[in-house]
């Protein structure tokens, strides 16, 4: 008896009657494909009998010639990398597509940030058990005057598991709510890093790419979460980066109290296309100036970096379930938005901002230092760039990826509020880039309930 034919899609076979094989639909049984109900491209992956005869047997074959033509091989299911991307999904239950709808979209506002403010900053200390500085403080941008050689950047293994907070949203609270102990979050629709909002970006370009992010639902706020594995680089760094990181200890300088602080990371609050976000970034320095120092009013740390008496203690470390908490030393003093600078080395003859510009507008930095080098060596005077204008010109270059990517994330919205827990995976599959919704799995959102209590339950959100 035949096997079934491994070419045979969507109602026809690329071999035509040449083929020798059975023609009919199987489903491919794997965990990436849809559950039923969905749209999909069936892939058969049934091996070929090794009994089956040529339609024609008694014609000659000439030397080296197979009895059929070369089919490819069947399909062995998921990749490790997709395995351990799956790790913790449920059901497929929705794809969604980069390509713009048939018909154009409705003329509307265009999508802008506005009323952007700075909510709250912090540093992750270099120690085990997960602490922050608040408000701590970036680096200063401080170049050197001459020529100068860096070596490349050192990989540095560290306990990746034990610094990362079991509430990986802990550390952001925890700082928002140092600095204003009455936070109301029922107002924000989205609270995401700064990464989750490139990659959005990036797919609504048509972009390429694999990655994983994770959604929750808290009252009506919708939480990106990086996928594990790339929160857990983001807090302990990044194994190969080229000369980016020593290019940045070259040209800036460590404030007092900070020596031992791993990166620094901001909050802000803005309204993009009408969805009020939280976004959260990590800021590489901030250029002294005579209105580096934010406004004494900001914050209710006294000079002297300590709270004042009537504010939350600092958390103790805890390293009992049910949360790792992180643990909060007050230090530092905020900075000024506007003196935040991003840095960026390049080996080139120019720089390549237009990689730049997305990642400056959503975090709103309008200040760049870009850096040339020559295997490490760095013999052009560095300065620093106002964007402002060029990003204005981004983005109205890019209204029609900006507009497509807010309906992406209304989109995931409308799937997040009535799964409460899901999981975003983008990968390429069948010659098309899509994003596909997995149901997800576990137990709640990991957030503490005081958290929640305080900052939705107290004003009617939760």
Request: aromatic content about 6%.
């Amino acid at each position: 008896m035949a096997a079934l034919c491994i070419a045979f899609q969507n109602g026809r076979c690329n071999f035509g009657a040449r083929c020798r094989f059975i023609h009919e639909s199987v489903e491919r049984l794997s965990a990436t494909e849809p559950s039923p109900g969905s749209s999909s491209v069936h892939v058969h992956t049934r091996q070929v009998s090794s009994t089956a005869t040529p339609r024609n047997s008694s014609e000659k074959k000439a030397p080296g010639a197979t009895n059929g033509p070369s089919l490819p091989k069947p399909s062995r299911g998921p990749s490790r990398e997709a395995a351990r991307m799956l790790k913790g999904a449920g059901v497929l239950i929705s794809t969604l597509y980069a390509e713009l709808p048939e018909t154009p979209l409705q003329v509307g506002d265009p999508v802008e940030i506005k009323n952007c403010e700075f909510q709250a900053s912090y540093s992750w200390k270099d120690v085990e058990h997960p602490t922050i500085y608040v408000p701590s403080c970036p680096p200063k941008w401080s170049p050197p005057n001459g020529p100068f050689q860096m070596a490349k950047d050192r990989t540095k293994k560290t306990s990746t598991g034990k610094r990362s907070p079991a509430a990986a949203v802990d550390p952001m609270f925890q700082a928002l709510l140092h600095m204003h102990p009455d936070y109301n979050m029922t107002p924000i629709a989205l609270v995401t890093d700064r990464n989750s909002l490139r990659k959005l970006l990036t797919f609504a370009s048509n972009g390429s790419g694999k990655w994983r992010i994770d959604v929750d639902m808290v009252g009506d706020t919708m939480f990106f979460s990086p996928w594990e594995d790339f929160r857990r680089m983001l807090i302990n760094g990044q194994q190969d980066t080229g000369y980016g990181h020593e290019f940045e200890k070259h040209i800036t300088s460590v404030q007092p109290g900070m020596e031992d602080v791993l990166c620094h990371d901001r909050v802000v609050r803005y309204n993009l296309g009408g969805m009020e976000c939280l976004v959260r970034f990590e800021a590489d320095a901030y250029v002294e100036d005579e209105n580096h120092l934010a406004a004494e009013d900001t914050s209710p740390i006294n000079k002297a970096g300590r709270l004042e008496s009537n504010e939350p203690r600092p958390s103790p470390p805890v390293l009992k379930p049910p949360y790792k908490l992180v643990h909060l030393i007050p230090r530092g003093q905020p900075v000024n938005p506007t003196s935040i600078v991003e840095i960026k080395s390049h080996s080139g003859l120019k720089p390549n901002t237009s990689k730049a510009l997305p990642q400056l507008w959503i975090s709103q930095t309008k200040l760049l230092c870009s850096g040339r080098h020559v295997h490490g060596l760095v013999t052009d005077e560095l300065r620093l760039r106002v964007m402002e204008e060029e990003l204005g010109r981004w983005r109205e270059r890019n209204q029609g990826n900006l507009q497509n990517m807010m309906r992406v994330i209304r989109d995931i919205k409308a799937i997040a509020r009535e799964q409460k827990r899901c999981t975003v995976i983008c990968q390429k599959a069948d010659g098309r880039t899509s994003l596909r919704v997995y149901r997800g799995k576990g137990g709640e959102f990991a957030i503490r309930p005081e958290v929640v209590e305080r900052c939705w339950g107290r004003w009617g959100g939760s």
